[in-house]
Nanobody, 125 residues
């Protein structure tokens, strides 16, 4: 599966952005889908994700109640709606997919085999 992330940009604190991750090559049915982010000099961290069944969503504590992950199966696209953005949300955001990751490892970026190219989000104060 190929992933194409888009939607990043430069915004001010408090603004909103919506990231998109379009999957091609095959449907993402049966794949855990997730967003990770990586700030300069920091390790890649989990942001939000769907379980392999698509029935459950997971969020990092730092983005809970501000970010929402959603999916459009007809378009084979996963979205990340980001509201009330903060300067500490500044990072390159990556979408990822994997069809073998187990529940206890959903937040572990090393468990994902397929990655988009990343889209930069910069939040100014």
């Amino acid at each position: 599966v190929q992933l194409q992330a888009s939607g990043g940009g430069l915004v001010q604190a408090g603004d909103s952005l919506r990231l998109s991750c379009a999957a091609s090559g095959r449907t993402f049915s049966g794949y855990a889908m997730a967003w990770f982010r990586q700030a300069p000099g920091k390790e890649r961290e989990f942001v939000a994700g769907f379980s392999r069944t698509g029935g459950y969503t997971y969020y990092a504590d730092s983005v809970k109640n501000r970010f929402t992950i959603s999916r459009d199966n007809a378009k084979n696209t996963v979205y990340l709606q980001m509201n009330s953005l903060k300067p500490e949300d500044t990072a390159t955001y990556y979408c990822a997919a994997d069809n073998t990751v187990i529940l206890s490892q959903y937040r572990n970026y090393q468990q994902y085999d397929y990655w988009g190219q990343g889209t930069l989000v910069t939040v100014s104060s």
